[in-house]
């Protein structure tokens, strides 16, 4: 027996368990409830006004959730990456620390606290809850694309004349974007996608589109819902094949 | 001074994040029934956790038992699947290592709620009756992911003949992996079942999709109901208190090991 | 003439936590010269050209272009450029960004930018490489490209640190011969880091060759390779006898048991030194009247242009002989070595000397490890000593623990009949061995002195 035939078990698996579970999520996107073929799904997303603010809200939350996490996150995976300012390999563990720990825990923990110091839940708790829980997943893969970098481009640079801070700009920021790429597709579309998170953090003031899904699936809607998914795997499988098509950040990773 | 300018920067961050988890380990300390309100220092919480006498719901010590029975069966399994197929996939080349690799990084990159759903309608159209099975299943399945990606590059590291040499000396191909194979690759595959098992642990949506109606509940969906029911079991306080420090000492420990074994190796 | 120095390292240092890894360099570079920095790995060559750069500044000494100290100027603002290593070119870049570079930075106009790139690509035969993006480049190509990157900018001084160490035996040639050429054509100084001695002598007006840190000797290339200073420059350049000698008088030096004449002098008279001869230079002879030792062949292999011959002398040394004509194997041959072709050299050491302090009567501590010694008397514990040891009794044990001290066998050198070995202690220090076993460089041993092979005498602080 070849070795290469010791993949088969794992690709039967892979073949049930997730290429035909996304296979049904179509199937039943395309069906009514007695299981004839329809688009009365699709359409009934378009002209569902809730759904589609919903949607709307989803997608402004989860860019500025995005770009809140760039902004903070780079500069703190720079300084970890960065041995003149951070010789310590324990502040990195603390910073990953929180993404090993239950989201449903840490979330009802900042709305208990924001409870407490008495503040309004609504959209600025959700979104400080959800840079929160999110800012670990945008730092870890910065930080590790950073810590790998080759020291002689950012050398060659300097040594063809570049200041710090061009070094920087033209070589450090556009060599690390596939760490930046797998931040954002760790952090854009979870956002989109969580039920929970929003609903404790605004006291269900603000429904995000993974909330949507559930209740339409836990009220047996399992047809409309699976359709509402479907929508969402359009918009992951079009925002991975962009990052996936980048070949500079490809060719940065290696 | 930058560095000044940094570790401050670095700081306020990590003070941000570990507020949270520290109001409620602080909190763990005391009786009152409201997180946020200090009764007094008490240790009433921790005793009630561990002798299993709940103010309220009974069930908290059943959904941890749970949790920690589907973590360690999903991330087994995973590490044995995971193992095997990263040794069928290192030796698969051109179109089909493409379609294995691009298949095993969906479950990583869907968001949760997807695969919860996508794997609870797998379970209505195969008609199969959701429980312990259907979640172990679909933990396994985003589980593996994480094994394969961790025992994949051992693999690249590893000299491609020790496998042959095995052979060569008369091991069948069992005995080679168990010998030869396995030791080698242990490392990998023993941080791809903490991940695995981590991620189990963490999950809540596809538990929440793939669980039924038997009412089996892990920590994730014992909170999720505790707190849309309006205020959180005060066991929980301790509980979480404490898997964050186990967590907050694994972790460390891996590390320091880690980089103390780097610095040897430099 | 200090005119037409362009680069002067002076008493530079440098050291890595505890670990010094320059030690005192004082080197000048010429404007327009070809010079080299030869060792092994872990020499301090690339230290050398890093500091010289500004990646690194010196813990200790100055660096003067021109006469002026640049030690605080950053890389950014010195005039030369470097190739790298691995190149070092930028992956989200292409051919022509990667060159255009350095001019962009100084805002160079942009129809000038284009003329110096097409006119460097030119030079290194990369025309219509422009767009190319620089993974799909072979090794070859690559090192074009990053020579290119450096040159355009019009450095001063380039700098080169292996550039060809990435490169297949065929390829490496070529490049030799183009970079000779490239360095003829532009007058600018190269500076140049290798391991490979061939490259070296190959290439360079001068070669500095260094070991651990320190300067072991500068010159032309037929100065270090015919009268290389010291044993380490001797066996690092080429292949060589290298043999324990004891100077008779001036010009005349006795080793493997016989007398030669030689042309050295002012050495003293009876003084223990380090000959080498070159295998080249050992001569087959039938002339019983020209003959000054016999030698039996133990083995003869043709190696394109000569026959290289290991042959075990009538005294039991062992020398290697290259030569244009055969030897039978066991067949008795005899041989002669002009005066001129032995080169003396004086001995660094003539055996082990520690700085050490007693613990009690019987025992002192060296090197940071506790050995037995005999009885001293009037020698108490705590009292500073020097500790000397002949480097024959010295003992070398297969596993690390087994030993008083842990160290690795660093550098080695055959003697003739005997193998030289410097062991690296796990604390850095230096123990030298003479020893019939034979050990590889790297082996991990252990290391014990017999007790009656400690020769202590009290040390007398200054």
Redesign the interface.
Known sequence: MKRSHWSIPYAVFLAIFVALPLVLIMVYALQDGQGHFTLSNITRFFSDKDALSTFAVSIEIAIENTLICILLGYPAAWILANRQLNRSAVTIVLFILPMWINALMRTLATAELFNILGIQLGKGTLLYGMVYDYLPFMIYPIYNVLVKMDKSYQEAAQDLGATPWKVFWKITVPLSMPGVTSGVLMVFMPTVSTFAISEFLTNNKIKLFGTIIQENINASMWNYGAALAFFMLVIIGITTMFSGNNKEAEGALI | MKRVFAQIYLWILLILLYAPLVFIAIFSFTESKVLGNWAGFSTKLYENLFTGRMQGSASLISAVENTLLIALVSAAVSMALGTIAAIGIHNLTGRKRRALTFLNNIPMINPDVITGVSLFLLFIFLHFSQGYVTVILSHISFGTPYVVLSVLPKLQQMNPNIYEAALDLGATPAQALRKVLVPQLRPGMISGFILAFTMSLDDFAVTFFTRGTIGLETLSTYIYADARKGGLTPELRPLMTLIFLIILVLLLVINLRQSRLQKAHE | MAGDRIIDLQHVSKRFGDKTVLEDINLYIRKGEFITLLGPSGCGKTTTLRLI???LAPDEGEILLDGKDISAI????RP???V???Y?????LDVYDNIA??LK??KVPTDEIDRRVRRVLKMVSMTDYEER?V?SLSGGQQQRVAIA??LV?QPKILLLDEPLAALDLKMRKDMQIELKEMHRELGITFIYVTHDQEEALTLSDTIVVMNEGKIQQIGTPTDIYNEPVNSFVADFIGESNILNATMIRDRRVAFIGHEFDCVDEGFGEGVPVDVVVRPEDIYFTKKPERTQFTATVKSCVFKGVHYEMYVDTDTGFELMIQDYDAYPVDSVVNLYIEPDDIQVMVKERTCNTFEGEMIDPTHVEILGGTFECLPQEGLGGGEKVTVEVDFDKVDLLDHQDEGVLAGEVHFLLYKGDHYHLTILTEDGDHIWVDTDDIWDKGDLVGVDIEPKDLKITRRHEA
């Open positions: 750069a500004g990646f950053p890389p950014y603002k030369f450029n470097t790298f290593q691995r070092a070119l930028f992956p989200h570079f350095g930075l100084q993006d993974d990157r450096a900018n």
